[in-house]
């Protein structure tokens, strides 16, 4: 089946700085996107991105599909985007979604 | 304002028990799914749902029974809980021209 690989596992900042996510994935038929939970539990969707760059305030999503990789950059990081980021690549059809193990971000004061 | 709805936030089940987590969406999508987070992995399909009775099979749905009785509703039942089935579990809707779920805060679910 398919498959989504994370990295880092886990990654610790200073307030400020930058971070940079990465995803890589099996197929090339997909429909990439980046998620964030809340250290709650809540799940939000922050990117739907099969293919180039976007952008949402502070975040940047680059997907390049025929490489099977997609990273996403935090800049200026705060302390209210700790969590973890799950990417998951959807079936185009039935929109299942296939994650991975996520980063788990924290940044600190 | 858009929302999935869960119930119960968290429940304790005994082993080969009963379980029926339910789920409610507001939203008029037609799809619905349900997936299962265990501690430090990712999400995975159990079952989902594109119309109301019908379900389908996710990635892991053994052990598992999924009902769509209305379009808004989506329950997943558990006939004999395990203890391996001790996990957080979220529903989600999403609309057919839409690729982004919109998913409930989760069912914590720990079977003893």
């Known amino acids: 089946g398919q498959q989504v690989q994370q990295s880092p596992a886990s990654l610790v900042l200073q307030e400020g700085e930058n971070a940079e996510l990465q995803c890589n994935f099996s197929?090339?038929?997909?429909?990439l996107q980046w998620f964030y939970q809340h250290p709650g539990g809540r799940l939000v969707s922050l990117f739907y991105n099969p293919s180039g760059t976007k952008h949402t305030g502070r975040l940047t999503s680059t997907t390049v599909t025929n490489e099977r990789r997609s990273s996403l950059h935090i800049s200026s990081s705060q302390t209210t985007d700790s969590g973890t980021y799950f990417c998951a690549i959807g079936d185009t059809n039935t929109g299942k979604l296939t994650f991975g193990d996520g980063t788990v971000l924290t940044v600190k004061p | 304002e858009a929302a999935v709805t869960q119930s119960p936030r968290s429940k304790v089940a005994v082993t080969g028990g009963k379980v029926t987590l339910s789920c409610h969406q507001t939203?008029?999508?037609?799809?619905m799914y349900w997936y299962r987070q265990d501690t430090g992995h990712g999400l995975r399909l159990i079952h989902y749902?594109?119309?109301?009775?019908?379900?389908e099979k996710g990635d892991i749905p053994d052990g598992y029974k999924a009902s769509r009785p209305s379009q808004e509703n989506f329950s997943l039942i558990l006939e004999l809980a395990s203890l391996s089935q001790t996990a957080v579990y979220f529903c989600?809707?999403?609309?057919?021209?839409?690729?982004?779920?919109?998913f409930g805060e989760g069912t914590r679910l720990s079977v003893l």
């Open positions: 197929s090339t038929a997909t429909r």
């Open positions: 939203n008029n999508h037609d799809y």
């Open positions: 989600a809707s999403r609309d057919s021209n839409n690729q982004a779920p919109l």
């Open positions: 749902s594109y119309v109301a009775d019908s379900t």
